[in-house]
Every structure is written in structure tokens, then in C-alpha cells.
């Protein structure tokens, strides 16, 4: 395969990526808390298109939207869990709290789907396009597109609208917001929605190439953690970019050593950044002597 | 022995333990001894998790891995070279710990969220290894075969001796676990989880302590994987995933984060909870999660802390021990001069400190005689408590020099310039409430003759150090005057009270130089006139003394030179009655451009 | 009552310390009263408590009439209560622009026309309307927290310690929109350890000692008092 199919075919997947590492980062800014069930989230998204899929046998692109509606009200429900009953702990707690409701999740997939993995239905069709050298299935295609208009849109909503500035202005300073009138419980909540949605749609996404499978989220978890590590803590741009760094590297570095080893290497990597750059990409040292 | 019991929730587990034992000796199952087996071998790791997470408070996700290493090796030497466990044993304790001692340098330094994932990290290279290196570890298969331990003479096949052997072990590590954390060692722990910045301005050595901590439970993990390789003859990548992660950190979360009980009844309880749900069949891991997550809501310091919190409920707070008799009033064991010195002790010179575009320090230099007790005055915002910070070390200039005792220490860190001789007070009193006024006054002592974690560990009996430790405690807090109240619980105390605690644990430390952050304030005028005279009192003694205040009468009856800063820069210095003059002054702290003769300013009485 | 705030007896403690002792203030409407003391005299305390982050130990807080206990601070800022707080918090990654819109709980019209009233109470904020809150100099977040504070309509506005950190003239500047700002409607409780600043720019004032009100009256009469000198000197 060409460096140029391996980009490409990076980048389709990175697009996914991306839309776990942005919900996954929205959640850490308002919140502080790292959601360590977002994967399973992700693997929830999935597996609605699948159930979805059973019921009304129609392009996931048209369902989209239900399973997006659907994932919002799971993610209000894993703040009012995981998240609203914990706030005044240390924030292990929380990452403790999300790392109990990522197993009952997996459970709870096994209970109604079984162990083996499932398919979802494509977005639109199953096929592959050919342009010259290049071919790109058409799954890809409609990933990129999809994950693309999302980022774009969560760029305008957040950068444009009145909810978005709420929501920047209750991460950077809850208390200031309640004082001008932001109903900051209702803020957070809705941003465990957006962030699940976001990931529910990748879960769509990736379904349909990459199957579902009950453990299939604790991998993703752990590349949105080191997406938003690598590309700073807490900021938006750096966890896109991450998210890319990511799927490029595995699917490059793949072609040439076994997955596993990309894997590893990808593990290796993330300490090495930490070496270097202990604050990641686009993150600030903290200047303290103790 | 009878005090000893009744303290806390000591009598209820150990009336639990005895029953447990007895069931086990005369009742018990092969099955039960299995499970009460396994218990055991997770009550050891997670003691030793309960170093890195509940003492040093770090979030180590790398704790599963050390067990499976420690696995591996007993499962690798032992049946590809047919070593005897007592070598094997050592070994796998060893292997996690130096792993533990080469990574730690790196992944200390990393803030929270960073270390986590560094662990985290590391711990799934590993896991890929057990995985693709199958020649060596079996692949994903892992090794079988591993055979029973064998002591010289002895062989431990049957499940009782297995049982015995496994709990004796525990026993030890509970040992060693009461040891590093019972004396001046686990203070200092308990003081770097309530605030970092006062336990390091106080001389506690942050690094060194998180290192003592995290090879420890790497040790801990490894001899536990070492067990588990011996009772179930298997060692897989199982013993390293994820999931084994998660099951300590509940294990952990859900006994109690400190507490050696916690770690027992933590590992029972998810053990038979697990078993007990297996009846649910393909629900029971939904209903474990749920049970779990439900005692985390409810239980903040694990089950542990809420039996006590209960004890505490239906039969009152517990005394704390009071120290033996005798103890030593030691006084401070820093020769003073008897004469003042011609030389400045501590120099600053040209400080400037700027971030987010604000100037907190622009040009700032002062020097102060030995003895003397000087003023830092200025309006909000002007840079006194930044001053302190960068003189103590909290705080880096990017210009400038700070010279005390003749050393440069502009780039030291903060322990080692605690450790020089300068101790601090703080804004925010950070007292650690369940501890007595003596032990949080003791702390400050950890840094000097605290000793290492092996000392701590090798310590018999009467803890020496820890004795000398409270009698430097309760010396000074005789010159505070609160050695009435030396074994009150600070949580209960009124916040005048609480800041002499606080001067005292400064005191403790024995400096040439004490910098004081607005100790007057919240203090009635009472207080405030006790307290300026027991100032006075050091520098009688040859303490310097640097006093950040807004309270002009507590510093007019104190402070033999005054220093206003505004806006980061020094605008007058010198004798209290001319600066308190000085119309720069006037304006800029008090705001006032009328005459000056609006405001008589008295002399101090 | 006509009064917008009346506080009767309020207590409040900050964990251990009392910070408040039966501090009785009260706030009528078209006034600029001032609240002055040392540090540590309990200023920030009070405004905490008024706008909802503290709760007291006891006593009452009666906004527009109505009890203020148990009422969560977002709510009581949709009534009407304006705070521009001690350090000024901006929104740091918020541009100036933003930082004012945030605020705004009405339709684009409104909020284009509170924006622009904004602007003319504050022209250095109408020229940096597109800069990143964290980049501007002192006295321009302190407008800037104070346009915020305003573009809900308050009723009432809390400021405290405008003119901390910032250079007489500057603290001149700001303090001078207090005037503006009564004239469009808006009462104004101001906390300041400056003095002669607070007592410039009010009709009323009460002074504030270790958590208790040591004198109240007309700033007429309270300049130049014992009282004053010994708040802050203590003489």
C-alpha cells in the first residue's frame, strides 16, 4: 500500500478519533473529570446501530440523529451517577466512579448482545470508490464527511453561539458563571450529553468496519486520555490533532510491524512526549519548584 | 492493651479477624480456604497500592502490572529453570521494585493526569509484551505448571498450610505497612496529601517521599503475583490487564485508602461479593459494579472510615493516646550566635517575577540583620506573599538573587531551603484535623531527623525519632503557649489557637529565619498582643523575623524596620515611624493624597 | 420595604473563623453606598454571602423583597444582582466581546444594544473588543468585569476592590462609572479598602471591623472620624 492510501485511510479513521477525543475533552474542561467510560460510550453508540440497524433496516446516516438523541440522554444519566454525587470528592473519585459504570456498561452489552462482535449497518452503502491509485471505501468517505461537519459544527456552536460561550464560561470559572446567571448544573450535564452524543455518533461510525464487541471501549478510552495528554490538557485543537497523531500512527506503523507492535509503540511513543514535553503539545508547564 | 483496643473501631476487626480465623481452622471448606487464600494475595497488593494511591495520594494505574510481573517471574524462573521459591520470591519482588526505581524519576514529576497515564502507559507496553514475547512467557496462554512452594524441608501443597503461609506473609507486609506509616514518616504523608507547598516549606523532601512510596508497592505487588503464580499454578496476561487494575482501585476505594484494615476488608469484601453475585449468573458483574459504585457514593473514606464514623456515632470521638511520660523538652538545637552577626542573613537582590503579563515583582531587594524582626507592608496585589514565595522557594524569578547564610538559594528547591533554616506560615492555616496539635507540630521535624523509609521500617519499639520529634513539639508550643491543649485534635480548634499551632510548626524547624504570611489576621486584639510578644521573643533569641501584614498596630508593636512594596517594586524602607510617613506610602496603601497631619499617626505604645 | 438589599443580623463563618458578626446593611434604590474596613475586616465575606456563595450562620438577606436563603447565586443574578468580584475574574480564554454576551440572558437585539451601552460606559473596551480577556492590562479587566456585571440589567451591583492593584489615576477612571451607573438605574454597594476613593464616589457608607459594622452614616459626615482612622490604623 502507498503512503498516500496509508494517509488517507489514516485520516478517514482519524476522523472518528477525533469525535471521542472531543467529547472526551469537553467533559474534562467542564468538568475536570476524566471520563474513563467514554469508550464504552462509544461502543454504546455502536450498538444501538446495531439494535437500531434489527429493527428498521435503513442507511445509519438517516437514524443518525435518533441515535444521537438517544446517547445524549445516556450521558445526562452517567453525570447524574458517576459525576453529581461525587462533586465534592478528590477527583480520583470521579475517574474511579466512570471506571465502574465503563464495567457495568461492558456488562450490561454482554447481557444483550453476547461476546461476539457485531456489525452495525454502513451510513450509507457498503462499496468502494476508486479515484486513480487511491481507493477509499465509501464508509470512510461518509466518516470523514460526518466527523468533519460535526467538528465544524461544535467549532461554531462553541465559537458563535450563546450556548456554546456558556458552556466555554462554566469551565473556566464556575463560580463566575452561576454569578451571572448560568444555571451551571444544567451547563455540565448537557456537556456529558454532547461529549456521549459525540461519542455515540463515532461508535456509529466505527461500527460498521471496526465491529462492536462488549470490551471493545477500553482501548478507545485510553487513546482519548493520551490524545488529550499529548495535545495539552484541556484544549480542544490539541485533542483533534492528537486524535490524528494517533490514527495515523497506528495505521502507518502497522503496515509495517504487526498491530500489536504499533500498539506498543504507540504506548512508547506517549512516554517519550512525556519525557520531552511533559505538558504536551499545546499545554502549559505549571512553574513550581516543590 | 486494653486502651489499645478500645480505640476506634480496633475491637469490632478484631473480634471479625478471630472469627474469620476460627471459621478457617475448624470450618472451612477447600473451597472457602481457596477464596480465603485469594483474599489474601489481593489484601497484599492492595496494601501496597495504599503507599503510592492513599498515602502519597498519586493515582497509579501500574499496580496490576507489578503483580503480573512478579507473576511472571515466579512463573518464568520456575518452571523454564526450575528455581526454588526461595529464590524466586525475592526475585519477584525485586524485579517490580527495580522496575518501579527506573521509571520513577521520569514519572514523578508529572502532574496528576499525566502520571496516571504514564502508569497507565507502562503498564500496557508490558501487557503487550506478556502477550507477543511467547517464547519466554507463554504468549496468551501464559505458563502452567507452576509448581507448590517449597521451603527447604517443607513443601506447602495442602490448602490450610497454603492458607497459613499466604496470611503470614500479609501479616509481615501489614507489619511493615504499620511501621513506615505509624511514625514521623506517615505524618509527613499525611501532611503532603493536605497541602503540598506546607509540607515542602517545612523541609519534607516531596520527591524522595513519592519514590519510598511507589517502589514499596511495586515490592508489595510483586510478592502478591508471586503468591498467586504458587496457589494457582498459573500465570497469564490476565494477571497484568486492565481489569485487575480496576478491581484493586475498588478494592482500595471501597476499604478505606489508608488504613491497614481497610486494605483486608476491602479485598474480602469484593472477593465474596463477586462470588456472591455469581448466582445472578450473566448479571452478577452489572450487580457488582452497581454495589460498588453505590459504596463509593455513600462512603467517602471507604467502609473502613464509615464504620468509624459510626463508632464515632454511637459512642463518641476516641481519645488520642497521649505520648508516654517524660517526654524530653528539647530545645532548639540550632546554635545562635549570642551576638548579632555584621553580615545581612538573607539578601535579595533585583527580584522580578512576571506572569500573565502582570509584573508581581519588579526589581525588589532587601537584606535582613540577623535578630531583627522587619515589616512588609503594602497594599493587595503589591507582591508580599510573592516575595515570600520566591524566598522560600514556592515561587521561581526569572531575575534576581536570593542569598541567605551566605548561599545562593534563588534556584534551591523548597525543602532544601526549609532545610538551610527558613520556615514559613501561610494565608490558609493547613492543619491536618485528625491529628493532635503535638503531631502536627511533630511533622515539621520529617524533614531533619525524619530518617528514610528504611529506618522508618527498621524501627522497634519505641519510636526514638518520633519521641524526640514530640518533645521538639511540645517545646514549642510551650513558646506558643498551647501545650495545654497538645493532644486536642486540630479539626476542633478555634482559629486563634489554630495559627499558634501553625507558628509553633514553623518554630519546630529550629530556622534562623521565620516568614510570617499575615499571621494576625482573623485574631482578636488579645490574640494579636500575645502573639506580637511571643514574636518579639524569637528575635530576642536570634530568629529573624520577615512579617507580611496589613494590620498596621500588630506590626507597630513589633516590627523594628518596615519595607512597603506597591506594585511589585519597593517604595520605602525603614524605620516604622518615617515609612508610615512617607506620602508615597500613604497614597498607595491607604489611598490618602490629604495631608498627612489628617491621619496623626501615633507612635506604638 | 423600598429597600433593594436589607441584611438583618447576618452571621457567617468561614469554617473555623467568624468572619461576620450580626452585620446589619441595607441598600435603597438610586443610592451608591460604600463599604469600607481593612483587610480581613469581612468586605469580601459579605459580598459572598450576598450573592449566594457563602451561606450564613444566621440571620436574614432580603433581596427586592424577597428572602434570599436557600436561593442558588444563578438565580438570585437573574433578579437582578450584578458582581464584579475581588480579582475581577474575567473569562480568561473568552474574548472582551464574549465576555460581555455571555451574560446577557435576552434576545440578539437586546444584546447588541446592552453591548453597545457597554462600550460607551468603557470606550478602552470598545477598542479591544476582539482581544483575549487574559491579555488585558489590569484596569481594563476591571471594566471589563464590571460591563459584565452590568449587561443582566441589575437592580443592584456589588463591586469589590475595583481599584485593588490599580494605580490612583486608573482606580479614578473606573470608580467614576459608579456615577454613570447609578444615573442609569443601578444601585451600587461598593467594598474598598481605599478610603478616600469610597467615600468620593458615595452618598452612603458603613465601616466594617473584624466582621462588625463599627459606624454607618453620610460620607459627609463620617470623613475625617475617629472611626475611620482607627479602622485602618487603629490608632
Known amino acids: 500500500m502507498t503512503l498516500l492510501q496509508l494517509a488517507i485511510n489514516g485520516v478517514a479513521l482519524g476522523a472518528a478519533y477525533a469525535l471521542i477525543a472531543l467529547g472526551f475533552v469537553f467533559i474534562v474542561n467542564a468538568t475536570g473529570a476524566v471520563n474513563f467510560a467514554h469508550g464504552d460510550l462509544v461502543m454504546a453508540g455502536g450498538y444501538v446501530a446495531v439494535g437500531l440497524g434489527a429493527m428498521a433496516p435503513l442507511p445509519m446516516i438517516i437514524l443518525l440523529p435518533l441515535v444521537a438523541a438517544i446517547m445524549f440522554v445516556l450521558g445526562v444519566a452517567v453525570s447524574l451517577v458517576a459525576y453529581f454525587p461525587l462533586i465534592n470528592r478528590p477527583p480520583s473519585t470521579v475517574f474511579i466512579s466512570t471506571l465502574l459504570i465503563g464495567i457495568v456498561l461492558q456488562n450490561v452489552f454482554l447481557v444483550l448482545f453476547g461476546p461476539q462482535a457485531h456489525a452495525a449497518p454502513p451510513l450509507i452503502q457498503s462499496g468502494i470508490l476508486h479515484a486513480g491509485p487511491i481507493e477509499i471505501s465509501i464508509q470512510a468517505l461518509g466518516t470523514l464527511v460526518v466527523a468533519g461537519a460535526l467538528i465544524a459544527l461544535q467549532y461554531l456552536v462553541f465559537a458563535h453561539t450563546q450556548i456554546g460561550r456558556r458552556l466555554r464560561a462554566t469551565a473556566q470559572d464556575r463560580q463566575m458563571a452561576q454569578a451571572i446567571g448560568i444555571r451551571v448544573h444544567a451547563v455540565i450535564a448537557a456537556t456529558f450529553g454532547f461529549g456521549t452524543a459525540l461519542a455515540g455518533i463515532a461508535g456509529v461510525l466505527l461500527a460498521n468496519q471496526f465491529f462492536v464487541y462488549p470490551t471493545g471501549g477500553i482501548p478507545l478510552s485510553v487513546y482519548a486520555y493520551i490524545a488529550v495528554v499529548i495535545g495539552g490538557w484541556g484544549s480542544i485543537a490539541g485533542a483533534v490533532i492528537g486524535a490524528m497523531m494517533i490514527s495515523l500512527f497506528q495505521v502507518v506503523v502497522s503496515a509495517y510491524v504487526s498491530y500489536a507492535v504499533a500498539t506498543g509503540l504507540l504506548y512508547v511513543a506517549l512516554l517519550l512526549v512525556f519525557f520531552f514535553r511533559p505538558q504536551g503539545i499545546f499545554g502549559e508547564l505549571v512553574r513550581r519548584r516543590v | 492493651m486494653a486502651s489499645w483496643l478500645s480505640n476506634g473501631i480496633r475491637l469490632p476487626l478484631v473480634l471479625g479477624a478471630a472469627a474469620l480465623i476460627a471459621y478457617a481452622l475448624f470450618f472451612a471448606s477447600p473451597y472457602d480456604l481457596r477464596m480465603l487464600t485469594i483474599c489474601g494475595i489481593y489484601a497484599l497488593l492492595v496494601l501496597g497500592f495504599q503507599f503510592v494511591f492513599g498515602h502519597a495520594g498519586a493515582v497509579s494505574l501500574a499496580q496490576a502490572t507489578f503483580f503480573g510481573i512478579g507473576g511472571y517471574i515466579t512463573g518464568i524462573l520456575a518452571t523454564r529453570f526450575g528455581f526454588p521459591f526461595l529464590a524466586t520470591f525475592p526475585l519477584s519482588i525485586a524485579g517490580p521494585a527495580l522496575l518501579a526505581v527506573i521509571i520513577a524519576v521520569p514519572v514523578l514529576k508529572l502532574e496528576e493526569h499525566y502520571f496516571s497515564l504514564a502508569t497507565l502507559g507502562i503498564g500496557l507496553v508490558v501487557l503487550l509484551l506478556a502477550i507477543q514475547w511467547s517464547d519466554v512467557t507463554g504468549g496468551t496462554n501464559g505458563l502452567a505448571g507452576i509448581p507448590a512452594i517449597e521451603l527447604p524441608g517443607l513443601t506447602i501443597a495442602d490448602r490450610r498450610s497454603v492458607l497459613w503461609f499466604v496470611w503470614a506473609i500479609v501479616a509481615i507486609g501489614c507489619l511493615i505497612a504499620y511501621q513506615v506509616t505509624r511514625g514521623l514518616h506517615g505524618q509527613a504523608y499525611h501532611l503532603m496529601r493536605e497541602n503540598l507547598e506546607a509540607a515542602s516549606s517545612l523541609g519534607l523532601n516531596i520527591a524522595e517521599l513519592r519514590f519510598g512510596a511507589f517502589v514499596l508497592s511495586a515490592a508489595y505487588g510483586g510478592a502478591a503475583g508471586a503468591l498467586m503464580a504458587h496457589v494457582i499454578h498459573v500465570v497469564s496476561p ?68 464509615a464504620l468509624e464514623r459510626l463508632r464515632v ?185 489554630r495559627r499558634r499551632v501553625e507558628v509553633a510548626r514553623a518554630l519546630a524547624t529550629a530556622p534562623r529565619l521565620l516568614l510570617l504570611d499575615e499571621p494576625a489576621a482573623g485574631l482578636n486584639e488579645q490574640e494579636q498582643k500575645d502573639l506580637a510578644g511571643r514574636i518579639r521573643s524569637f528575635a530576642a533569641e536570634g530568629i529573624t523575623v520577615l512579617v507580611v501584614e496589613h494590620n498596621l498596630v500588630f506590626l507597630a508593636a513589633l516590627a523594628e524596620r518596615l519595607i512597603c512594596l506597591d506594585r511589585g517594586k519597593v517604595i520605602a524602607a525603614g524605620l516604622p515611624e518615617a515609612v508610615r510617613r512617607e506620602p508615597a506610602v500613604i497614597e498607595a496603601y491607604l489611598g490618602l493624597e490629604a495631608d498627612v ?9 | 420595604m423600598s429597600a433593594l438589599l436589607n441584611i438583618d443580623g447576618l452571621s457567617v463563618s468561614y469554617g473555623q473563623v467568624s468572619a461576620l458578626r450580626d452585620v446589619s446593611i441595607s441598600v435603597n434604590p438610586g443610592e451608591a453606598v460604600a463599604l469600607v474596613g481593612a483587610n480581613g475586616a469581612g468586605k469580601s465575606t459579605l ?184 479602622a485602618y490604623l487603629g490608632d
Request: proline share 4%; charged share 20%; aromatic share 6%.
Open chain 2, 238 to 305: 490476565e494477571n497484568l490487564d486492565l481489569a485487575l487494575m480496576v478491581t484493586c482501585l475498588t478494592m482500595t476505594v471501597i476499604g478505606g485508602r489508608t488504613r491497614i484494615a481497610g486494605a483486608i476488608l476491602g479485598a474480602t469484601l469484593i472477593v465474596y461479593l463477586r462470588e456472591w453475585f455469581r448466582v445472578l449468573e450473566n448479571y452478577y458483574m452489572i450487580a457488582y459494579g452497581t454495589a460498588a459504585l453505590a459504596v463509593l457514593i455513600m462512603a467517602p473514606y471507604g467502609l473502613v472510615g
Open chain 2, 597 to 605: 497631619a489628617e491621619l496623626s499617626l501615633a507612635a506604638p505604645s
Open chain 3, 47 to 230: 459580598f459572598e454571602s450576598i450573592v449566594g456563595f457563602l451561606r450564613p450562620r444566621s440571620g436574614h438577606l432580603h433581596f427586592l423583597g424577597k428572602d434570599m436563603s436557600g436561593v442558588s447565586p444563578e438565580r438570585r443574578a437573574r433578579l437582578g444582582l450584578g458582581y464584579a468580584p475581588e480579582g475581577r475574574r474575567v473569562f480568561p480564554g473568552m474574548t472582551v466581546r464574549e465576555n460581555l454576551e455571555v451574560a446577557v440572558f435576552a434576545g440578539k437585539a437586546e444584546r447588541e444594544q446592552r453591548l453597545q451601552r457597554a462600550f460607551a460606559l468603557f470606550p478602552q473596551l470598545a477598542e479591544r473588543h476582539a482581544q483575549l480577556a487574559w491579555q488585558l492590562s489590569g484596569g481594563q479587566q476591571q471594566m471589563l468585569a464590571i460591563g459584565r456585571a452590568l449587561m443582566g440589567r441589575p437592580r443592584l451591583l456589588l463591586l469589590d476592590e475595583p481599584s485593588l492593584g490599580l494605580s490612583p489615576k486608573l482606580a479614578d477612571e473606573v470608580l467614576a462609572a459608579v456615577r454613570v451607573i447609578i444615573q442609569d438605574g443601578t444601585a451600587v454597594l461598593l467594598a474598598e479598602q481605599n478610603v478616600r476613593k469610597a467615600l468620593t464616589y458615595c452618598e452612603r457608607a458603613y465601616v466594617l471591623e473584624i466582621g462588625k459594622v463599627v459606624l454607618s452614616g453620610a460620607t459627609s459626615a463620617l470623613r475625617g472620624t475617629e472611626e475611620i482612622r482607627r
Open chain 2, 313 to 497: 456515632l454511637l459512642f463518641g470521638v476516641s481519645r488520642i493516646a497521649a505520648p508516654p511520660a517524660g517526654l524530653p523538652l528539647i530545645q532548639s538545637g540550632r546554635p545562635v550566635a549570642a551576638q548579632r552577626s555584621a553580615e545581612p542573613i538573607l539578601t535579595v537582590d533585583g527580584i522580578a517575577l512576571a506572569f500573565g503579563g502582570v509584573r508581581a515583582l519588579d526589581g525588589v531587594g532587601l537584606s535582613c540583620m540577623q535578630g531583627e524582626i522587619i515589616g512588609l507592608i503594602g497594599p493587595n496585589g503589591s507582591g508580599k506573599t510573592t516575595l515570600l514565595n520566591v524566598i522560600s522557594g514556592l515561587a521561581s524569578c526569572q531575575h534576581g538573587s536570593v542569598t541567605f547564610l551566605g548561599r545562593d538559594i534563588t534556584k534551591a528547591p523548597t525543602y532544601a531551603i526549609a532545610r538551610l533554616g527558613i520556615s514559613r506560615t501561610f494565608q490558609h492555616i493547613h492543619l491536618v484535623d485528625n491529628l493532635s496539635v503535638l503531631d502536627n507540630i511533630a511533622v515539621a521535624r520529617a524533614g531533619s531527623d525524619g530518617g528514610g523509609l528504611l529506618q522508618a521500617i527498621g524501627t522497634v519499639g519505641r519510636d526514638r525519632r518520633l519521641q524526640d520529634a514530640r518533645g521538639f513539639a511540645l517545646a514549642a508550643a510551650e513558646r506558643l503557649g498551647i501545650a495545654n491543649v497538645a493532644m486536642e485534635p486540630c479539626g476542633r480548634l478555634p482559629y486563634g489557637t
